[in-house]
């Protein structure tokens, strides 16, 4: 199965001192193979194109980025993964400390709620909020 979606994604990351929101959205796509989701949008800012894919699991997301960035993110409740996140100013070593991660798959709708800690190069960042929706486009 193959079917247009508008995927939006909202990500918030709050430190001690303040909280920063970030909102994508527009046109994608939705494959679905052997039970497993594939989410995958595209998004161009003034540092490239970012062409992004997420694999939605039973009880874990991957989240790739190919392009101006490159990374490929697991996040699974109670696991500690690691991560390379590459851009054109240099590598970050990342940890991610999943603590939420509620995955709902309807006809019309996929919704994802994923709560985590963000570690770079070994010190504490933030923590993070990203609710991810891809609704139904074709009718």
């Known amino acids: 199965m193959n079917k247009e979606v508008f995927i939006t994604v909202r990500s918030f990351q709050k430190d001690i001192d303040e909280e920063d929101k970030i909102e994508e959205n527009g046109p994608g796509k939705c494959l679905v193979k052997d039970g497993v989701y594939f989410l995958s949008y595209e998004k161009a800012d003034e540092n490239g194109i ?10 874990a997301i991957q ?44 006809e ?25 929706e891809a609704k139904n486009m074709e009718g």
């Open 108 to 132: 019309e709708k996929i919704r994802i709620d994923l709560v985590y800690e963000l570690y770079v190069n070994g010190e504490f960042l933030s923590n993070c909020e990203m609710l991810i």
């Open 50 to 59: 970012v062409k992004n894919r997420i694999r939605v699991e039973d009880d």
């Open 63 to 106: 989240v790739v980025k190919h392009g101006a960035v490159e990374s490929v993110m697991w996040f699974k409740v109670g696991e500690e993964t690691e991560s390379v996140y590459d851009t054109k100013f240099g590598e970050m070593d990342l940890i991610m400390k999943t603590t939420v991660l509620d995955i709902f798959i309807g």
